[in-house]
């Protein structure tokens, strides 16, 4: 092999080095892009999924509250109306024939005024 054929064979072998370099640098963005949407895609699945979670929990705790402020509401319905019974019968209020003798009084109280215009006059 002469001198001119190993400087070709040496610049041959260097310029393959250097074209290999090239590959590697290029191959290792490319690795690091795919890795970097590896990564993305990742994110955006967890972050999605955790969205998803995080609805159920709050479809959850909205159906709890309505639920319980539907009992709490029936609750202070029974003790209105428990205290409006109460109330009622304190005043005599709380039987049928109540109306009854409202209207005897009335009468009676007719009467008795209808009475006291004939003694006027």
Known sequence: MSTVDTIKDKVNQAEELARKIWLAGIGAYGKGFDEAQGQYEKLNTEA?????????????????AKEKYKSEKENIKTNVETRVSEVRAKLGLDNDDT??????LSAK??????ALGKLEK
């Open 48 to 64: 999605t999924k955790m969205f998803n979670e995080l609805v159920e929990k709050g479809e959850k705790l909205e159906e709890d």
């Open 99 to 104: 109306n009854k003798k409202i209207e005897e």
């Open 109 to 114: 109280i007719d009467t008795l005024t209808e």
